[in-house]
């Protein structure tokens, strides 16, 4: 009885102070706000493309409500900023450009929300890239406060399938099983007008949906180029077309100025290593002549996909080239041909090389490992196969002829790193020599005669298990430091006496892509 009684005392002392309350008084700033940040930098984007979402946060300070009369960009409706304050989208013309009477509680704070997407072509004439700038205005006259926004801003070369009148977007029809005959696609994407076919370094490229190559004709990309697609989007080299991707050494490690730079269309920096922002660059049965030097290729779903031609030499040529953050695969050969020297293949969801339904494959002084840590992954740095099995489990084969790996470093983050699928019935030809391979098998699960470490026809003067002691693999810096195992054992191997930095390669050589260097402190 007294309990019940304390509740309906307090239950009415509640109601009665409820209808005592006032609404809250809010008083108009007088410029004492404090913010996050001076200045918002927005990062750099292209023309045309937006921006991620920013944040700044206004913080009150003070034990009065108050009152914000005025919030916008000093531009007004004209800015190329637009902006949420808290969940409101603003007054005007255009949303998200001024907002008024804005509350802001004692001791509270509101989030300010900024994005941006920006046309160089009016703001500045000739210009390949260009500083854009605006303030968010807090208040006005003498109790104005001001935060700066920055935007670096691009001009590019966009390349992209067009729309018919009902907004059809229009799809690529080519060869695609190398049959001879032209097949119908629901790829979205176009071929490459002839004036398209050579890339330079005067503009970035950004392309969205597929481009190709057709029959007959080379794309060439020329040194420092910088090649940028957008999701799901990417590269077909059709039969009997060609590659040649022309990088050069360059003078500084950090800017790559000759290097040809191939990533997605996202340039800021919390999209600097995230895998599968874009598709792949595809050789497609029956395209040759496919050639890729000082090249680095990052962030794809598949970094490249080689189909076919494992008799022809000139199928895939790859060289002082790096392929990181694949989602899949860095590089998929089935049933080819490719001849890989100073290659660096790191971070991929499943394998960094697969050469599957056999092939031809040689890589000289080359760097395959593999750090992924997004997830749990089930296959190895490295996989080798004579067979593919198709949705009704059907078993095909094809031969592989060769895969020799000779001054290699063959490593990564699981155990082992090596996998060896051999179909019996068919041919299955490799080698390691002079190379170092992860593969610890202690309970000999691996028995297979593939396996066979002792057999010198498989495996030459391999190293197992010993740590090449990686700069920093989980950030791509796969260097090898001078007290690395896989300092000095290499044998003289391949057409290049130089390094993957073009340094003069030691005698004897180091095994991977890298001269073995002393690490700083």
């Excluded at 255009?94 to 072509?121: C, H, P, R, W, Y």
């Excluded at 703001?123 to 001001?146: C, P, R, W």
């Excluded at 595809?282 to 794809?300: P, R």
Aim: charged share 20%.
């Amino acid at each position: 009885m007294i309990r019940s009684l304390y509740f309906i005392v307090g239950f009415f002392t509640l109601i009665f102070w409820s209808s005592c309350r006032q609404d809250f008084e809010f008083t108009p700033t007088t410029g004492g706000l404090s913010f996050s940040k001076d200045t918002v930098y927005l990062d750099t984007i292209f023309s045309n493309i937006g921006s991620s979402t920013y944040t700044l946060k206004v913080y009150n300070n003070s034990d009065e409500d108050i009152l914000i009369p005025s919030l916008k960009l000093s531009k007004g409706q004209t800015s190329n900023y637009r902006m949420n304050v808290d969940g409101m989208i603003g007054n005007g013309t255009l949303v998200g450009k001024t907002f008024e009477n804005v509350e802001l509680l004692a001791k509270d704070s509101m989030f300010v929300f900024i994005e941006t997407t920006i046309d160089i072509q009016p703001l500045v004439a000739n210009e390949t890239q260009f500083l854009y700038t605006d303030a968010i205005e807090f208040g006005s006259g003498s109790n104005m406060q001001k935060v700066e926004l920055v935007t670096l801003v691009k001009d590019a070369v966009f390349l992209y399938p067009t729309k018919d009148a009902q907004g059809v977007i229009e799809t690529l029809r080519f060869d695609v099983d190398g049959d001879g005959v032209e097949d119908e696609t629901n790829v979205q994407g176009r071929f490459l007008d002839d004036s398209e076919l050579t890339f330079t370094n005067e503009k970035p490229y950004v392309i969205y949906g597929y481009i190709a190559v057709e029959s007959g004709k080379t794309l060439t990309i020329n040194p420092g180029a910088r090649v940028h697609f957008h999701a799901n989007s990417g590269l077909f080299i059709t039969n009997n077309a060609s590659l040649k991707i022309n990088g050069l050494p360059s003078l500084d490690p950090e800017v790559l100025e000759n290097e040809i730079v191939i990533a997605g269309d996202r340039l800021e920096p919390q999209y600097e290593d995230v895998p599968g922002q874009w598709q792949t660059i595809w050789l497609l049965e029956g395209s040759t002549n496919n050639s890729i030097n000082h090249t680095t290729i990052k962030n794809a779903t598949v970094g490249i996909v080689s189909d076919g031609n494992q008799d022809d030499p000139t199928k895939l040529v790859l060289t002082n080239s790096q392929i990181y953050n694949s989602s899949n695969f860095g590089i998929l050969g089935r049933g080819t041909s490719i001849s890989a020297e100073n290659i660096v293949l790191n971070n991929s969801g499943v394998s960094s090389f697969a050469g599957t339904y056999g092939g031809n494959y040689n890589f000289t002084h080359s760097t395959i490992a593999n750090y992924w840590s997004n997830s749990f992954r089930q296959f190895p740095a490295l996989l080798l196969n004579n067979f593919i099995v198709d949705a009704e489990n059907t078993v095909f084969t094809n031969p592989l002829e060769s895969a020799n790996f000779t001054n290699c470093i063959i490593y990564g983050n699981d155990n082992p790193e090596l996998l060896l699928e051999k179909e019996p019935s068919e041919v299955f030809n490799f080698k390691f020599t002079n190379s170092l391979i992860y593969f610890d098998d202690p309970t000999n699960f691996y028995s297979e005669s593939q396996y066979d470490f002792t057999n010198t026809d498989y495996y030459e003067n391999v190293r197992f298990n010993a740590d090449p002691l990686f700069l920093d693999p989980d950030l791509n810096q796969l260097n090898i430091p001078l007290d690395s195992p896989a300092k000095g054992v290499g044998v003289v191997s391949g057409n290049l006496n130089v390094d993957i930095t073009n340094t003069t390669r030691t005698s004897p050589p180091d095994l991977g892509a890298y001269n073995a260097i002393e690490f700083e402190e």
